[in-house]
């Protein structure tokens, strides 16, 4: 089939991330700006979006996730913040330390499933990468319930299968399950062509992640421990963050801008595929 071609590109305040989109509205992580809004019709159609406005967050947003008017926000060397989408103020930051002891940790990935916030987290002062998981049932007052370190850098996360993530690790993505998050289990890994960066769920247990200058692929999580490459897309820019609706895919793009993807050029596999990566 033919490559996908983008629709349309829209300039945002700083440098687009990572996006999200609940109703008609569009929430972009937009780099040293904060977090920029934006609105549009019904189902957030690629044209007719507008600006609403921009919240600063004391730092660089490079995650957003999110439902209703409240967006949780993971920016760099601030913390995990709680907006308030309607009022467009910050309701309450979480930090696990002071810049430079050996708590700091940067947040740089988040994904709301219910009740439940996964947060990636790079390096720190003296503190290692991996995922922790929050309730937030209380959306000002986030509660730790387990963490995982090592097996995936937490730059990005998904929930694709009940309480199973993938987050990326380098080139790859490691599938880590949940579902007792006291006690996290690494299932398996899946290989990317670039460097593994965002990643979001899609349908059933599908999903797609960004590949930086690799483009976007579509995978399939149907078995966790032995998940499989499907179709990847090219677009103009570098490829780090995603949002998925019924018709379009939202490409954070790099130099690219956000980028736009008609999903009916994105076609799933036929139902004779014989599991073979389609490029």
């Known amino acids: 089939p033919g490559q996908p071609h983008p629709e349309i590109s829209i300039e945002t305040p700083g440098s687009a991330n990572a996006v999200l989109i609940d109703g008609n509205r569009l929430v972009v992580a937009d780099g040293p700006a904060g977090v920029s809004i934006f609105s549009g019709p019904e189902g957030v159609l690629a044209e007719g979006l507008t600006h609403v406005g921009t919240v600063e967050v004391g730092g660089d947003a490079v995650a957003v996730a999110g439902s209703g008017d409240i967006a949780y926000a993971a920016v760099d060397k601030a913390g995990l913040i709680v907006i308030d989408l309607d009022a467009g103020i910050v309701l309450t930051t979480l930090n696990d330390g002071e810049e430079g002891s050996s708590a700091w940790s940067r947040p740089r990935s988040v994904s709301l499933a219910g009740h439940r916030l996964y947060v990636g987290y790079a390096s720190g002062w003296q503190s290692p990468h991996g995922l922790h998981v929050y309730d937030v049932s209380d959306p000002a007052q986030p509660v730790l319930l387990g963490s995982e370190s090592g097996s995936v850098e937490g730059r990005n996360l998904a929930v694709v299968r009940d309480e199973t993530v993938v987050s990326p690790n380098g080139d790859s993505f490691g599938i880590v399950d949940f579902s007792n998050p006291a006690e996290p289990a690494t299932l398996a890994t899946i290989s990317s062509k670039g460097e593994a960066s965002g990643v979001v769920h899609v349908d059933g247990h599908q999903f797609v992640f960004a590949d930086g200058t690799g483009g976007v692929f ?62």
Do not use: H, K, M
Request: charged share 25%; net charge negative.
């Open 218 to 279: 579509l995978a399939d999580l149907s078995d966790p421990e032995n998940p499989r490459i499907l179709r990847r897309v090219q677009t103009p820019g570098e490829a780090t963050g995603l949002a998925v609706t019924e018709d379009f895919v939202y490409v954070a793009d790099g130099s690219g801008g956000l980028t736009v993807l008609d999903r009916s050029l994105c076609p799933l596999p036929s139902e004779d595929w014989d599991g073979a990566p389609l490029d």
